[in-house]
C-alpha cells in the first residue's frame, strides 16, 4: 500500500489495482485532516470488498444483490437500474471507490471542494459558491466540463478501450456526468459497450481467455481495432448516442461524450465542451472553433 | 497455500499462476499483467512488472525481488560480490524519508554504504547519437513523434547526426499531449525499444539504442571510413605502387588520388580523368550525383556515371583505375583501352586488400542513447539529511554515482547532473509517473564513514545478507 504527496501537495493512495489522486481545498488545516481521513479510512476499503468478489462479478437480474460492504452497496445501487442489459457491480467498481473515500474525507470537515480521482472515475464535493472544471483526455485535451454547485453532478466516469477494464465495444471514451461518481461509472461502461459494429477489423476474445477471473465470463471483448471505415465509425457512434440519451430520459445521467478516431457525439444540455478549440482555451487563449 | 488459493489442475495447465500481492488474489493468464498492471506471469512466473534488479559482479547473474515466488535460492552464496541496483527499488516522492535501500558491504576490508533508490527526474532527457552521413534534417529543427514535438537536431558530430530530446520544456512545459508522448518516447528509448521520430523538413528515423538506425526506411549497416578525401589520405600510400588512378566516391566529398594532396605528396602524374560536380579544393568535389542508396551515399549504380571526361592529352592506354565507395562495399577496376575507354578488368589482389581494409575500418553505424538528467531537489534527502553535502561528496568523488549498476559521467559545476549510456543497463531499468516524469535507478556508493560524515541515515544502514534474507527474491 502506498500513502504519498505529490509535489503539489496532492494525496496519492494506492493497493493493489485501486489508484486514487485526491485533492482538497479549503482551509490548511482542515485540508490536511481530510486528507488523514481519507489515508485512515483507505487501509479497510480493498479487503473488504475482495471478500464479496464472486458476488460482485455475477451478472445482476432479477434479485438485487445482498451485499455487506458499504463500497459493495454502493456497487450494487449504481448497477441495479440497468440490470436489463448485461451488468455486473464490477462495473461500478472504480466509482463506487472514488464515492466511499470522498464521503470519507468529508466528515467533519468543512472544505471548498475536494476529488477523489480513481483512475478517471472522479468523485466530486463542492461548496456553495465553489465549481470544479475538469479536462476530457481522449487523445489530447479534447473537452472540457465546468461543474457548478447547482448542477447536480457529482461524479465523472470515463469508459473505453484506453482503460485496464475491457469492453464489449470499440469507443476510444466514453465520459458520463452523473450524481455520483458509482453511477457515471456503470453508465459510461454500458455507453462504451453500445458504440459497437459488426466489422473484420475489429478483433474480439472471450474475456475469460484473457483473464480468468473476469466478470464478463465468455463475453467477447475487443482486443484490436484496425483501419474501419468512416460509416462504421459514424454507426458505432450514433448507437452509443442513442443508449447515451436512452440513459439521460430515464435521469440516469447528466451528459455524456463519446470519441471513436476523432469523431465525437455529444448527449447533453448545456455542460460539455468538445473540439480542438477547448484544449487552446484552457490553456490560455484563442478562439473556439464552434 | 490454502485450498482457497490453490489453483485447479487445468488451470495448472493452462499456465495459469496466483498473485498473492494484494487481497485480490488474482489469477494471471500467461503473458498478462493482473489487474493492477504492477504484477505479470512470465513463463508460468509471477514477476513484478518493474522487480529490484541485484547485479552481481562481472560474470555472475543477475537476481531479481518478486514477492510472492519460491524463495531465493542462495546461489549468490551469502550475496558476496552482488550489487543491488535502484531497479524496482521504489521510491516516495518527495522524498519525505530515507531511501528504500541502504546496504553496507565490506569490499576489500573497507567499509562501505550503497545508497538505493529510484529517482524520479523531471529534469531529463536524452542524447542521442545516430552513425549516419544521411541528412536527418536541419540544426534546430523539431523532432517528433505523434506529430508532437520531442526534441530537436542538434549539431552534428563526425560521422553521426545528433539529437537533443527531452528534458523539462517539452515534458511540462508544453500542452499534456506533448508531455505524455515525450514521455513514452523517452521511456521507450531508455528501455532500449525502437521509437520512430520524424524531423521537421528532413527524415524519418527509426532509433533503438545499440542498434542500427534506420533513416526513411532503409538500415544503415556501417560508417563510412570518412569522406571521399579522408579515404584517400588514408590509403593513398597502400595504393601507389598498384594503381595510376583512385576515385572514392562519396555523396558528401568524392576524392581523386591523382589530383589529391594524398597523391601530389607521392608524385604521382596526373591522370586525366575529370569527375562530375562542384570542385573544392584538388582532388575534392561535392555533389559528384544525388544522394540515394547506391555507391558512397549517392544514387550512382554504375561509378563511370560520374566520370564528366577523359583527358587525352593527360590519360593513356593501360591507366589503371579503382572506383570504391567511402564503405568499401562497392568497389571496381578498369584499364584504359587504347581509345581510352574504361574496361572492366580483374582487380589485383593488392588493391583488393585495400577494399577490403576500407570495409574493415568502417564501424557498424549504431545509435546510441545517453540519459542524462539532474539529481537535484528532494532525491538527494532520501540518501542524506543535508542534502548539498551529497552533491559536494559527489563533485569530490568521495561518491561513486551509478545507474542500475552503470558509472555515471557527472557534470562539473553544480548540482549533480548525470548521464549514462541506457546500453549498459539492466533491461527495463526505468519508470515514469504520470507528472510525467522517468523513473531511473540510481545508487550512491561510498565510505561508510563518509557517509555518517555527510548526515546520512547510517543507522538504517543493512547488510546485503539482510536485503537478501528480508525479501524473497529468484535468480534469473
Redesign the interface.
Known amino acids: 500500500m502506498i500513502a504519498a504527496r505529490f509535489l503539489d501537495g496532492r494525496l496519492h493512495l494506492q493497493h493493489g489495482p485501486i489508484d486514487l489522486i485526491i485533492e482538497a481545498f479549503g482551509v490548511r488545516e482542515e485540508v490536511e485532516a481530510a486528507y488523514q481521513q481519507a489515508i485512515d479510512r483507505f487501509g479497510d476499503i480493498l479487503p473488504t470488498l475482495v471478500r464479496e468478489l464472486p458476488t460482485l462479478r455475477r451478472p445482476v437480474r432479477d434479485a438485487y444483490p445482498l451485499l455487506q460492504g458499504p463500497v459493495a452497496r454502493r456497487m450494487a445501487e449504481a448497477v441495479w437500474p440497468h440490470r436489463a442489459v448485461f451488468i455486473t457491480p464490477m462495473a461500478a467498481v472504480a466509482g463506487a471507490v472514488a464515492d466511499e473515500m470522498l464521503q470519507a474525507m468529508l466528515a467533519g470537515r468543512t472544505l471548498d471542494k475536494a476529488y477523489v480521482n480513481d483512475g478517471g472515475d472522479i468523485a466530486i464535493h463542492l461548496a456553495p459558491g465553489h465549481s470544479l472544471r475538469a479536462g476530457i483526455f481522449a487523445e489530447a485535451l479534447d473537452g472540457a466540463v465546468t461543474l457548478p454547485h447547482d448542477l447536480p453532478v457529482r461524479g465523472i466516469a470515463t469508459s473505453g478501450r484506453g482503460g485496464r477494464s475491457f469492453s464489449l465495444g470499440i469507443a476510444d471514451s466514453a465520459t458520463v456526468l452523473a450524481r455520483t461518481a458509482a453511477a457515471a461509472d456503470a453508465a459510461a461502461t454500458l455507453i462504451a459497450n453500445a458504440v459497437d459494429i459488426d466489422h473484420p477489423a475489429i478483433e474480439r476474445r472471450p474475456a475469460r481467455e484473457l483473464d480468468p477471473d473476469s466478470d464478463l465470463g465468455d463475453l467477447p471483448v475487443t482486443v484490436a481495432v484496425g483501419e474501419l471505415p468512416r460509416a462504421a465509425v459514424n454507426e458505432a457512434l450514433d448507437r452509443g448516442l442513442a443508449e447515451a440519451q436512452r440513459l439521460r430520459r430515464i435521469g440516469l445521467i447528466d451528459s455524456a461524450a463519446i470519441s471513436l478516431r476523432g469523431e465525437w457525439r455529444l448527449e447533453h444540455d448545456r455542460s460539455l465542451e468538445i473540439g480542438p478549440g477547448v484544449a487552446r482555451r484552457l490553456h490560455g487563449g484563442g478562439q473556439s472553433r464552434r | 497455500m490454502s485450498d482457497e488459493l490453490a489453483l485447479s489442475e487445468s ?1 495448472r495447465n493452462a499456465g ?1 499462476v496466483r498473485c498473492d ?9 500467461p503473458g ?1 499483467a ?4 504492477r504484477y505479470a506471469n512470465e513463463d508460468g512466473r509471477l514477476v513484478r512488472v518493474d522487480p529490484l534488479v541485484l547485479l552481481a559482479k562481472p560474470g555472475l547473474a543477475r537476481v531479481a525481488f518478486v514477492e510472492g515466488s519460491e524463495s531465493w535460492a542462495g546461489e549468490l552464496g551469502k550475496g558476496e560480490g552482488a550489487f543491488v541496483t535502484g531497479i524496482g527499488a521504489t521510491t ?3 522524498d ?1 524519508k530515507p531511501a528504500p535501500f541502504i546496504v553496507s558491504s565490506k569490499p576489500d576490508g573497507v567499509d562501505m554504504v550503497t545508497v538505493v533508490t529510484e529517482g524520479i527526474f523531471s529534469y531529463c532527457g536524452v542524447k542521442v547519437k545516430i552513425d549516419t552521413d544521411r541528412y536527418l534534417g536541419p540544426e534546430q529543427a523539431a523532432v517528433r513523434v505523434k506529430g508532437e514535438a520531442v526534441g530537436h537536431v542538434t549539431t552534428a558530430e563526425y560521422g553521426s547526426q545528433m539529437l537533443s530530446l527531452g528534458g523539462v520544456h517539452h515534458l511540462v512545459g508544453g ?3 506533448e508531455g505524455v508522448v515525450t514521455c513514452d518516447a523517452l521511456l521507450a528509448l531508455c528501455n532500449k525499444e525502437a521509437v520512430e521520430l520524424e524531423i521537421d523538413g528532413g527524415s524519418t528515423v527509426v532509433v533503438q539504442a545499440d542498434r542500427p538506425p534506420v533513416v526513411n526506411g532503409a538500415r544503415e549497416e556501417r560508417m563510412r571510413v570518412g569522406c571521399g578525401s579522408a579515404a584517400i589520405g588514408m590509403f593513398a600510400p597502400q595504393w601507389k605502387d598498384h594503381v595510376d588512378e583512385v576515385i572514392v566516391v562519396d555523396d558528401h566529398i568524392t576524392g581523386v588520388l591523382s589530383e589529391h594532396q594524398g597523391g601530389r605528396f607521392l608524385e604521382m602524374k596526373p591522370a586525366g580523368i575529370r569527375v562530375r560536380g562542384r570542385k573544392s579544393t584538388p582532388g575534392r568535389y561535392f555533389q559528384v550525383a544525388q544522394p540515394g542508396l547506391g555507391w558512397g551515399g549517392t544514387d550512382v549504380s554504375d561509378p563511370l556515371e560520374i566520370i564528366e571526361k577523359i583527358d587525352p592529352k593527360q590519360a593513356w592506354p593501360g591507366l589503371k583505375l579503382l572506383m570504391v565507395s567511402t564503405t568499401g562495399e562497392h568497389s571496381a577496376w578498369f584499364e584504359l583501352d587504347k581509345d581510352l575507354k574504361p574496361q572492366p578488368a580483374a582487380m589485383p589482389a593488392p588493391v583488393r586488400k585495400v577494399v577490403e581494409r576500407i570495409a574493415e575500418n568502417c564501424e557498424p553505424a549504431l545509435c546510441t542513447v545517453l540519459f542524462m538528467a539532474g539529481a537535484g531537489g ?1 532525491l538527494r534527502a532520501g540518501v542524506t539529511e543535508n542534502p548539498v553535502r551529497l552533491t559536494r561528496s559527489v563533485r569530490d568523488t568521495l561518491t561513486k554515482v551509478t545507474l542500475g549498476g552503470v558509472p555515471a559521467y557527472v557534470w562539473p559545476g553544480g548540482g549533480i547532473t548525470l548521464m549514462v549510456d541506457v546500453a549498459k543497463m539492466p533491461e527495463k531499468s526505468f519508470g515514469y509517473v504520470p ?1 510525467p516524469a522517468l523513473v531511473a535507478p540510481i545508487e550512491f556508493t561510498l565510505r561508510a564513514a563518509d557517509y555518517a560524515a555527510l548526515g546520512g541515515y547510517a543507522s538504517r544502514a543493512v547488510t546485503l545478507e539482510d536485503v537478501l534474507r528480508g525479501s524473497k527474491v529468484r535468480l534469473e
Open positions: 488451470e495459469i500481492a494484494c487481497p485480490v488474489l488474482c489469477r494471471i493468464r498478462r493482473g489487474a493492477c498492471d516516495t516522492y518527495p519525505y500542452s499534456k499531449k528532494s507528472t
